[in-house]
């Protein structure tokens, strides 16, 4: 900070976050650059904390959740803002003092709509859910070379990972006309890198469960059909209580649940899914809505039972599923806000 800054002068903080060092930029209420300064990770807090209470804008990276609270916790306002929100901002060539330039200008806009703060408890269940998904894609994988091993051999196996999981011993101790003994012990060694995958995957699912009955938000959500113990949650992780979205809607416009839109002068076009937000959380509510499809003895037990025998006449099954996820989520979105229960005869508004 030059001498002739006043700190009184900052109103706007832009943090460009680093593995170490951070590099800040301060702006008065003109706009005008009145601090530039780079430091260390142990630095910042009392740098800011002689500051006062100002608007400080981030990128939602790793960390920046850590560091928001921090910040909170000295009466800042923090925002956190995806970086491609961020990116239009950004003049000239990249360095570091100029992200945070842009940073501090992207935070001052009235429309920006900031990423809110994580607790540390959502980030824990979030970190269970991404090990855990690790883990369900290193055991596709597994199955999936096994099931190639075999075929290469001339044995195909039916379809599931039962199938498969069933005909092997079998396989393994009959079939040795076509299978090498080392290829039986390749594929013996594979199914306890199986049941490895299984046992891990197991007990970080108990752990999910065990905090999901803990919070009163992911009961209330359980009772949605088509929502279990992931989906719900993953989404308390990612969302908190909802409030950053002010309808359903938006949340489900989020998740990508919506068509993609590409509109001009009179004509509105609309494609595919537009497929943004949370991949992960986008994949559960698609997948429990082709649970519910599959089950169409239980659909008049639900609020949208008559709905979805009319759309089931008229749409494609992965359009269905994609239509009943969406509302899936509003659903879910107004029962996690409101905090009240899904009752199937009322209808959420605004969801």
């Known amino acids: 900070m030059t001498q002739q800054t006043q700190p009184e002068s900052i109103t706007t903080i832009g943090i460009d976050l680093g593995k170490n060092t951070f590099h800040l930029i301060g702006m008065d209420a003109r706009g005008r650059i009145v601090l530039r300064r780079k430091v ?15 608007l400080i804008g981030m990128e939602a ?42 940073i501090a200008e992207a935070a001052q806009r009235p429309t920006m709509r900031p990423v809110p703060l994580k ?30 091993f075999l075929l290469e051999c001339g044995i195909p196996v039916r379809q599931g990972p039962a199938g498969l999981r069933e005909a092997l011993p079998t396989l393994l101790a009959q079939r040795t006309d076509v299978l090498s003994p080392r290829m039986i012990h390749l594929i013996e060694d594979l199914a306890g890198d199986w049941r490895h995958l299984d046992e891990r995957i197991e007990t970080l699912t108990q752990d999910i469960t065990a905090l999901a009955r803990q919070d009163a938000g992911c009961r209330r959500l359980m009772g949605i059909p088509g929502v279990g113990v992931i989906t719900a949650s993953a989404m308390v992780a990612a969302v908190g209580t909802g409030a950053a979205f002010a309808k359903g ?103």
């Open 61 to 102: 990276c790793a960390g920046a959740h850590h560091v928001g609270r921090q910040l909170a916790t000295l009466g800042h306002d923090v925002r956190l803002l995806p970086a491609q929100y961020v990116k239009p901002f950004l003049k000239g060539h990249k360095n570091d003092y100029r992200d945070a330039e842009a």
């Open 249 to 351: 809607r938006d949340f489900a416009a989020w998740l990508g649940l919506v068509p993609k839109q590409i509109s001009t002068g009179d004509r509105t076009i609309l494609g595919g899914l537009s497929k943004r937000g949370n991949r992960y959380l986008r994949t559960l509510f698609v997948s429990g809505a082709r649970v519910l499809l599959q089950r169409p003895g239980h659909w008049d037990g639900h609020g949208f039972g008559r709905w979805l025998a009319a759309a089931r006449a008229r749409l494609h099954r992965n359009v269905l599923a994609a239509a009943l996820a969406n509302k899936l989520a509003r659903l879910a979105w107004g029962v996690l806000n409101h905090e009240h229960g899904y009752d199937p005869e009322y209808t959420i508004r605004g969801a």
């Open 119 to 148: 607790s540390a408890e959502q980030l824990d269940l979030q970190a269970l859910h991404r090990v855990r998904s690790r883990l369900v894609g290193q055991r596709t994988a597994v199955i999936n070379q096994i099931r190639g």
């Open 40 to 54: 260390s990770r142990g630095q910042l807090l009392p740098c800011l904390a002689n500051l006062p209470v100002c």
